[in-house]
């Protein structure tokens, strides 16, 4: 199977009534973990890949690893996304590359000027039928350059963004934090506001910084010699709430960064005279793979990866014609 659109996944979960992970990588071992907890859960997989991920694999890395994943894996439903695209250019760049789908994130500029860029994307994307996330709203927390101050999204104003913009899914701010540090404790995340988001908009919606943060991955880190301060990522309990209120796409990072560092640490504790990359990438690439497939069992994408049919360029096409371009 060719990589498939995010709209379609979306429109799938949406369907099934679950929400599939978007899972950052920035190499083989991240890849692998992702496709094989995919494989093993039956689920389809959302990769999504940085403006910082794709200059760390300069470019070239990150398409032959996509190449590899949809080789190894032809039955598995997989979309490849562009993660907070800032612009055109960058949106052009994973186009070329084969992403079928990107971010543009304009949360930043006033809401005339995210309107005009979103748009601008979307346009050009659904040439290609490839789908557009747009944000609306500001999460605290940072993600690589991504940083700021919180700021909930508007419902009248987010009904009015994607009735002018046309985009195919949007990030909302409802108390998630991007990065490890998002909370002293548990935070409650604004359900209701979800609810009502989704009512208004009636496409899928995005919950970035969605990590968990397990501290038992964090107890690991700083058993074997790191030094992470105590934190609180998003309850799960919360994010299956917001699944049940139209949330389809729940961005994890961190949680993978833990695991693999913990991994590594422990290797390295338990074995100082480790040289051999292998002896340690592998139980990184191990404790990843076990974190994602807990997720996708988490939020429901576990057991679906059958439901996707393969669509023509065409079939792409007319969908984004249908909903105006
Ligand atoms: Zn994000």
Same mark, same amino acid.
């Given at each position: 199977?060719?990589?498939?659109?995010?709209?379609?996944?979306?429109?799938?979960?949406?369907?099934?009534?679950?929400?599939?992970?978007?899972?950052?990588?920035?190499?083989? #071992?991240?890849?692998?973990?992702?496709?094989?907890?995919?494989?093993?859960? /039956?689920?389809?997989?959302?990769?999504?890949?940085?403006?910082?991920?794709?200059?760390?694999?300069?470019?070239?890395?990150?398409?032959?690893?996509?190449?590899?994943?949809? #080789?190894?894996?032809?039955?598995?439903?997989?979309? *490849?996304?562009?993660?907070?695209?800032?612009?055109?250019?960058?949106?052009?760049?994973?186009?070329?590359?084969?992403?079928?789908?990107?971010?543009?994130?304009?949360?930043?500029?006033?809401? #005339?000027?995210?309107?005009?860029?979103?748009?601008?994307?979307?346009?050009?994307?659904?040439?290609?039928?490839?789908?557009?996330?747009?944000?609306?709203?500001?999460?605290?927390?940072?993600?690589?350059?991504?940083?700021?101050?919180?700021?909930?999204?508007?419902?009248?104003?987010?009904?009015?963004?994607?009735?002018?913009?046309?985009?195919?899914?949007?990030?909302?701010?409802?108390?998630?934090?991007?990065?490890?540090?998002?909370?002293?404790?548990?935070?409650?995340?604004?359900?209701?506001?979800?609810?009502?988001?989704?009512?208004?908009?009636?496409?899928?919606?995005?919950?970035?910084?969605?990590?968990? $943060?397990?501290?038992?991955?964090?107890? /690991?880190?700083?058993?074997?010699?790191?030094?992470?301060?105590?934190?609180?990522?998003?309850?799960?309990?919360?994010?299956?709430?917001?699944?049940?209120?139209? *949330?389809?796409?729940?961005? $994890?990072?961190?949680?993978?960064?833990?695991?693999?560092?913990?991994?590594?640490?422990?290797?390295?504790?338990?074995?100082?005279?480790?040289?051999?990359?292998?002896?340690?990438?592998?139980?990184? /690439?191990?404790?990843?793979?076990?974190? *994602?497939?807990?997720?996708?069992?988490?939020?429901?994408?576990?057991?679906?990866?059958?439901?996707?049919?393969?669509?023509?360029?065409?079939?792409?096409?007319?969908?984004? /014609? *249908?909903?105006?371009?």
């Amino acid at each position: 199977m060719p990589l498939i659109p995010m709209y379609q996944c979306l429109q799938e979960a949406a369907k099934g009534g679950y929400g599939v992970g978007a899972f950052n990588v920035n190499n083989m #071992e991240q890849v692998q973990a992702v496709l094989r907890a995919g494989r093993e859960t /039956r689920s389809p997989v959302i990769l999504q890949v940085s403006r910082g991920a794709l200059k760390y694999t300069n470019r070239v890395y990150i398409k032959h690893l996509i190449r590899a994943a949809v #080789e190894e894996n032809p039955d598995l439903p997989i979309v *490849v996304h562009l993660d907070h695209g800032d612009s055109l250019e960058t949106v052009k760049v994973a186009i070329d590359l084969g992403f079928t789908s990107v971010m543009i994130d304009g949360s930043h500029y006033e809401f #005339e000027k995210n309107v005009a860029i979103t748009r601008e994307v979307v346009e050009y994307a659904h040439q290609f039928g490839v789908s557009v996330e747009a944000e609306l709203g500001t999460l605290g927390g940072i993600e690589e350059d991504v940083s700021g101050s919180v700021q909930l999204t508007d419902p009248d104003q987010a009904a009015e963004f994607v009735a002018r913009t046309h985009c195919d899914s949007l990030a909302v701010a409802i108390g998630t934090s991007h990065g490890a540090y998002k909370f002293k404790a548990e935070p409650k995340l604004a359900i209701d506001l979800v609810e009502e988001i989704y009512r208004r908009v009636q496409i899928p919606l995005v919950l970035h910084g969605s990590s968990s $943060v397990p501290p038992e991955l964090v107890d /690991r880190i700083n058993q074997y010699g790191g030094r992470m301060e105590k934190t609180a990522g998003v309850p799960i309990a919360s994010i299956q709430q917001a699944i049940a209120k139209g *949330v389809r796409k729940i961005n $994890v990072d961190t949680d993978l960064r833990l695991a693999a560092t913990g991994a590594i640490r422990q290797a390295f504790a338990e074995n100082p005279a480790l040289f051999d990359l292998r002896d340690y990438l592998g139980p990184a /690439r191990e404790a990843m793979y076990k974190i *994602v497939a807990e997720r996708m069992r988490d939020f429901g994408s576990a057991g679906h990866a059958g439901d996707y049919e393969p669509l023509t360029l065409e079939d792409m096409k007319a969908f984004y /014609r *249908v909903r105006g371009y």
